[in-house]
């Protein structure tokens, strides 16, 4: 499973890589995994600093592209804008009514399936073999509705039961299944006509860097650009989720694989409409927590790469940095949305505390690029 390969590797890589000791693999490599992990020096909290000087103009700060350490309004509110409260709701709604018609091979490994209901629409259905991983696709789920970031398709719990009218048409597929008697599964949104989708110039070239210069933003398309948008939220949303199954790996993957960053990003795609979409975070929150020693050095330096965001995901930032009590918060959204709540269960008292952490670092991140590129 990707997942424990992963895991494997990174623990691998944890005992074999001390930053300054010298490496066995190749010059080349070694350079490039050290410039990553490079983190930039970053001014004090609340002292305002110059933008980097430089001879060139390019590194100017970019200021018809964002203001301050924000995007613009003319690329922030510029579609396309994910997938609104209303549509989210409704979906639930249909997902948790709707009866169950067919369960196919598909989305992704053996245990999950696409599932179809009556009215023919789809869903992609995973069942954990470890609890935590749909407890982690679901709290995910609903942290990226807290936090506004739209990107997540509508997510729904559901108990498998063969005698509720729902599961009662698929009581064959699910004898061949070898699931748990009575398991929770996830049902997520089926997003039809989905593309792949390669980390944008910025993030994939060595040296990799998004801040509000002319240098970082210079040469990219208005399409492209307003993707840029969508990856300041999904970095952020990583690292809040510690979710290693994306970027992280890619990083940790850069060590065997120089070219990584040219290949599509895992569990990420892009709808029609140019909208990116977030799929399979089911390592989130939870076991991303779990493993955090061995994988936070990655999400620091995907952190480090970013000083421009969304106005919007900054401001929710602060405000549950100032409340100090983001997992109440999303324990309420939660509750308030998912009857199977209390069932499927939440954070542990350390994992609620990781995540204020988390968000917390957030929050000061932000300050640390208005002190550098605030005029
Ligand atoms: N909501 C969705 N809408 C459309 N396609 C989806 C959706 N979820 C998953 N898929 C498709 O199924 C594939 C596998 O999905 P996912 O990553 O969730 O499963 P997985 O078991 O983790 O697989 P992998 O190990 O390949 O990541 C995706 O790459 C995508 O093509
Ligand atoms: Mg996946």
Redesign the pocket.
């Known amino acids: 499973?990707?997942?424990a390969l992963l895991a494997a590797r990174a623990l691998i890589a944890l005992l074999a890589f001390s930053p300054g000791s010298s490496s066995s693999s190749p010059p080349s490599k070694d350079k490039t995994f050290r410039t990553l992990l490079a983190v930039p020096a970053s001014p004090e909290l609340g002292r305002r600093s110059a933008p980097r000087a430089s001879s060139d103009p390019r590194a100017a700060p970019a200021p018809a592209l964002a203001q301050d350490v924000f995007w613009s309004d003319r690329l922030d509110g510029a579609p396309p804008a994910g997938f609104s409260d209303l549509h989210v709701k409704r979906w639930q709604l249909k997902a948790r009514s709707s009866r169950l018609v067919s369960l196919e091979r598909?989305?992704?490994?053996v245990?999950?399936r696409l599932a179809r209901f009556s009215d023919g629409t789809?869903?992609?259905l995973?069942y954990g073999i470890n609890p935590e991983q749909v407890q982690g696709e679901t709290l995910s789920f609903y942290l990226s509705r807290l936090l506004g970031i739209r990107n997540v398709?509508a997510l729904a719990l559901s108990r498998v039961n063969t005698n509720t009218e729902q599961w009662l048409r698929v009581r064959q597929d699910i004898q061949g299944s070898q699931w748990a008697d009575k398991s929770i599964v996830s049902l997520?949104?089926?997003?039809?006509n989905?593309t792949d989708v390669v980390a944008p110039p910025p993030l994939r070239t060595e040296g990799r860097r998004l801040h509000p210069l002319l240098e970082d933003l210079a040469n990219v398309t208005n399409q492209e650009m307003l993707e840029l948008v969508q990856w300041s939220d999904l970095i952020l949303f990583d690292y809040l989720t510690a979710n290693f199954?994306r970027l992280a790996s890619n990083l940790l993957s850069l060590q065997w694989d120089s070219r990584v960053m040219e290949r599509s990003t895992?569990?990420l795609?892009r709808t029609a409409k140019g909208a990116l979409?977030f799929?399979?975070n089911?390592a989130g929150l939870v076991h991303g927590y779990r493993v955090l020693p061995m994988w936070d050095r990655y999400h620091e330096a995907l952190l480090n790469t970013l000083c421009i965001f969304r106005k919007e995901t900054a401001k929710k930032i602060a405000e549950l940095h100032k409340s100090q009590n983001v997992a109440n918060q999303l324990f309420e959204q939660y509750r308030a949305s998912e009857p199977l709540a209390f069932q499927m269960g939440f954070l542990s008292e350390d994992h609620a505390e990781m995540l204020q952490n988390r968000t917390d670092r957030l929050y000061k991140h932000i300050l640390q690029c208005k002190a550098k590129y605030s005029k």
């Open positions: 499973m990707r997942i598909g989305c992704g490994r245990s999950n789809r869903a992609c995973r398709p997520t949104e089926w997003i039809s989905l199954d895992n569990n795609h979409v799929i399979d089911e």
